[in-house]
């Protein structure tokens, strides 16, 4: 799978999903960034066309997605852990869940993983 890092997501995240046998790409790769970090809507067509599931870090923007009721076809992984923790807690996360399944959000917590359906 391939993921965008997203939400101030240093690294180390970016390491730990390359480790799991995954690619990550930053926001740079995005032909204009701009426009889609501002605006979800924008952002998701433009990963559903590329491909690209989503890695972040940012809780207002997963709030935006479920207030705006946007579908997105991949899967996006929420990380909730102090930087010096989001290595660990993406191991944990795929400890439990060998493969990531479409349309489901999954957040990744100290204590736990927790998975919750799309919008759409």
Same mark, same amino acid.
């Given at each position: 799978?391939?993921? *965008? ?18 690619? +990550? ?15 979800? &809507?924008? *952002?998701?067509?433009? *990963?559903? /066309?590329?491909?690209?599931? *989503?890695?972040?870090?940012? &809780? ?13 076809? =991949? ?14 807690? +993406?191991?944990?996360?795929?400890? #439990?869940? /060998?493969? =990531?399944?479409? /349309? #489901? =959000? ?6 736990? +993983? /927790?998975? #919750?359906?799309?919008?759409?």
């Amino acid at each position: 799978m391939q993921f *965008l890092l997203h939400g101030g997501l240093a690294a180390d995240a970016g390491d730990a999903m390359i480790r799991h046998g995954h690619r +990550v790409h930053q926001i740079a790769e995005l032909t204009d960034p701009t426009p889609a970090l501002s605006d979800p &809507r924008e *952002l998701l067509a433009d *990963l559903a /066309k590329r491909q690209w599931c *989503l890695l972040t870090a940012d &809780r207002d923007f997963i709030h935006a997605i479920y207030d705006q009721g946007l579908s997105f076809p =991949l899967c996006m992984v929420l990380l909730i852990a102090e930087p010096q923790h989001r290595s660990a807690a +993406v191991d944990r996360l795929f400890e #439990r869940y /060998k493969r =990531l399944s479409p /349309k #489901r =959000l999954y957040t990744v917590t100290p204590g736990r +993983v /927790k998975v #919750r359906q799309l919008p759409g």
